[in-house]
């Protein structure tokens, strides 16, 4: 009710005042007192924040509340601190703007806080205080600023009982900020020897994640160097120095996911990463759902432009990872692509993965789940192909190349009963051809093979794929855009028949002729209505 009396007309907003003024403290238990004291505290602070606002109250009725607040003020500092310690720190800012300052001012509430708790009641009482607030871990934050080593003592004698989250993030907090403010030499007067692997793995893994603790990793734990490296929660942004260290133990230890992560944060920082590591990284991956999809594609990307990358793994690299080199993403399957159009043995294996032989019977054939998969994958490959046969990896185009590549292709598919459907995948790549040297739209040895009377299958998915090519639009229901486009194919129609290539004319026109008629219809109905 208290966040929703700005809405109450004056003389309710008054009656509620008194009603609450009227309510017997002293008999409302410690823990509703500070419900009642830091939701008004809370409400009181939005509303003189943001004064400027229409909603906000005037003043005269924000100093009656300042006096309600005071009747519900805690006793307990752990309830009277509760508040300094939630989880949306601006919303404890007591003004608009400077926020540099306000943060620093809240820091120092907090300590003040935690100070007074202690005095008060004891390190005891930081624990129990610690499940009362929302973020324990500004607890330990606080905590940690205060020099007294009673304080270390105890937290490390927290950290190998507790089970309690909240507690953990408490401890979490102290051990990484008071090994920050002192350095790892703070390490020394702790006595470790005693601890069993599980506990140094779990005081490690707090710790700042950079090459100093990693030197420590090997001085506590030795042999079992590997329990750390296998759970450490990776925070790669830490490190200073470069990160081949950590990458190289990722991956010993199985962690290539991990690995990932980390390559791409020296490529985000701009500093050169290990090539053998990257591809060892993205080749040992086993989840890629798990993985950051943005991450792979700049590792992908970085290894397409680095010379000392070999072709054939960039390719197994871009194959293992096709589901996110797709239409939609930047980077794409280009070394994978680059082997379809110079290997013509290799698009024809390819076809016959994922399209059934005309030899066939008719009865279904056992397929294993590898090769369910597989042919999915090829299958992803064909359908966003968007080079063509005889581009190198440059796109540059060579109808010599071309022409070989075809001719090996027609031989292969039609020995394995794929001809014509090899014949409709590459009809539906052509619509990718450059402009001829002449001027004319379309390469001229790729129009005259599309020409050729017993190319019908490539030359009808080519004109079908002119069609689809123009991807997702905006229905223009004047008809405008259509027979606009219309004209643009009948231009097109013209132009190869008058260099010869009449069946690819009628193709063409048969393109200009369905937009034609779309068109027609949108503005036959936009102005019907």
């Not at 002293?26 to 400027?52: G, N, P, V």
């Not at 990896?393 to 020995?415: P, R, Y």
């Not at 194919?489 to 063409?508: C, H, P, T, W, Y």
Request: hydrophobic fraction near 40%.
């Amino acid at each position: 009710l208290i966040n929703h009396i700005d809405h109450l007309p004056e003389e309710s907003f008054f009656l509620f005042i008194e009603n609450l003024k009227k309510l017997k403290v002293d008999e409302i238990a410690e823990d509703t007192k500070e419900i009642i004291w830091s939701t008004l505290k809370q409400f009181i602070r939005r509303h003189r924040r943001f004064s400027d606002t229409w909603w906000s109250l005037d003043e005269d009725k924000l100093l009656q509340l300042d006096e309600v607040v005071k009747i519900f003020l805690p006793t307990d500092p752990l309830y009277l601190y509760k508040l300094l310690f939630g989880n949306r720190d601006h919303d404890l800012y007591e003004e608009s703007g400077d926020w540099e300052r306000q943060r620093k001012k809240l820091e120092e509430d907090r300590k003040n806080a935690i100070q007074e708790i202690l005095k008060s009641s004891g390190l005891d009482s930081i624990v129990t205080f610690t499940q009362l607030v929302e973020d324990s871990y500004q607890v330990g934050v606080s905590l940690s600023s205060i020099e007294d080593q009673t304080i270390d003592s105890f937290i490390l004698d927290l950290l190998k009982k507790s089970e309690n989250k909240k507690e953990y993030l408490m401890i979490k907090a102290y051990v990484f900020n008071r090994s920050k403010s002192l350095g790892l030499s703070w390490l020394e007067t702790i006595d470790h020897l005693s601890w069993s692997t599980e506990l140094k793995v779990k005081f490690l893994s707090i710790l700042p994640f950079n090459a100093e603790t990693w030197i420590k990793v090997n001085e506590w734990m030795q042999d079992d160097s590997n329990q750390y490296w296998l759970n450490v929660d990776v925070q790669p942004y830490q490190v200073e120095a470069d990160l081949d260290v950590a990458i190289s133990n990722l991956l010993e230890f199985g962690r290539p996911e991990v690995a990932i992560d980390c390559l791409y944060t020296q490529i985000h920082l701009r500093k050169p990463i290990n090539v053998k590591f990257c591809t060892q990284a993205l080749l040992e991956a086993s989840r890629v759902e798990k993985l950051n999809v943005y991450h792979v594609q700049e590792l992908i990307e970085y290894l397409q432009n680095d010379l000392s990358v070999e072709s054939d793994i960039l390719a197994s690299i871009e194959y293992k990872f096709l589901t996110l080199l797709d239409s939609n993403s930047t980077v794409k399957p280009k070394f994978l692509e680059n082997k379809i159009n110079n290997e013509a043995r290799f698009f024809s294996e390819i076809i016959t993965k994922v399209y059934r032989s005309d030899k066939e019977e008719t009865k279904e054939v056992e397929l294993t789940e590898n090769d369910k998969a597989q042919a999915r994958q090829f299958e992803r490959l064909l359908r966003n192909w968007s080079t063509i046969p005889g581009q190198d990896i440059d796109l540059n185009f060579d109808s010599e190349k071309f022409k070989s590549w075809f001719k090996e292709v027609q031989s292969l598919t039609k020995e394995s009963g794929h001809l014509n459907v090899a014949m409709r995948v590459i009809g539906r790549v052509l619509v990718n051809s450059p402009i001829d040297k002449s001027g004319l739209w379309i390469d001229k040895d790729i129009a005259q093979l599309l020409n050729e009377k017993n190319n019908l299958e490539m030359r009808s998915a080519f004109g079908s794929s002119l069609i689809t090519s123009r991807g997702p639009y905006w229905v223009d229901q004047t008809g405008e855009a259509d027979l606009k486009l219309s004209e643009e194919f009948f231009s097109k129609a013209d132009a190869v028949e008058n260099e010869g290539f009449a069946r690819l004319a009628i193709e063409v026109r048969n393109v200009a002729m369905y937009y034609k008629k779309e068109g027609e219809r949108l503005k036959h109905s936009s102005q019907e209505e």
